[in-house]
T-cell receptor, first 116, second 112 residues
């Protein structure tokens, strides 16, 4: 596609519910990243995929958060037993390389998650 | 641990003025640094990627510089326009990894 796309653009859920957020990276990009942005803050890293495998999941806040990328393209971020503190904008990015000096990350429009 | 700081937090200028946004980072062992623009309620738009071997990178009215030894980068915007109003974010990699560490951004307002 022309850019990174994310669905849904907005998600409102109740405390304790399960949610899935989807990211479609730029076609051909091998690396995919998830970040979370709270109001007035810069994005914070959650997890990074190289191909199908999670190369770095050190940013996931706890075991309620999980992400997959089964075919090395689309990724889904899954949040179990949502809490009000999970409310934020979840951003996805992709890059054509796995790393190095040319590793420019391109971001999607984000999913705004609100937990009531 | 990489920490990124952006100063000022907000900046308001009249149209046509040249301006500089500042970014500092604590871990200078980086291979690149990226500047982004974020409009309200939107995602991030990549503006410039500066590789560690470069000292400057230019795109139109934007010029970014990188000084690894001092842990600083600047984004220079020439002849500012109201359409430049947005939040500008600087991001540097966490040492030895692919994850970006972001500053809190500088909110720029260009007044007509």
């Amino acid at each position: 596609g022309a850019g990174v796309s994310q669905t849904p653009s907005n998600k409102v859920t109740e405390k304790g519910k399960y949610v899935e957020l989807r990211c479609d990276p730029i076609s051909g990009h091998t690396a995919l990243y998830w970040y979370r942005q709270s109001l007035g803050q810069g994005p914070e890293f959650l997890i990074y995929f190289q191909g199908t495998g999670a190369a770095d999941d050190s940013g996931l806040p706890n075991d309620r958060f999980f992400a997959v990328r089964p075919e090395g393209s689309v990724s889904t971020l899954k949040i179990q037993r949502t809490e009000r503190g999970d409310s934020a904008v979840y951003l996805c990015a992709s890059s054509p390389f796995g790393g190095g000096i040319y590793n420019e990350q391109f971001f999607g429009p984000g999913t705004r998650l609100t937990v009531l | 641990k990489q920490e990124v700081t952006q100063i000022p937090a907000a900046l308001s200028v009249p149209e046509g003025e040249n301006l500089v946004l500042n970014c500092s980072f604590t871990d200078s062992a980086i291979y690149n640094l990226q500047w982004f623009r974020q409009d309200p309620g939107k995602g991030l738009t990549s503006l410039l990627l500066i590789q560690s071997s470069q000292r400057e990178q230019t795109s139109g009215r934007l010029n970014a510089s990188l000084d690894k030894s001092s842990g600083r980068s600047t984004l220079y915007i020439a002849a500012s326009q109201p359409g430049d109003s947005a939040t500008y974010l600087c991001a540097a990699p966490q040492g030895g990894s692919e994850k970006l560490v972001f500053g809190k951004g500088t909110k720029l307002t260009v007044n007509p």
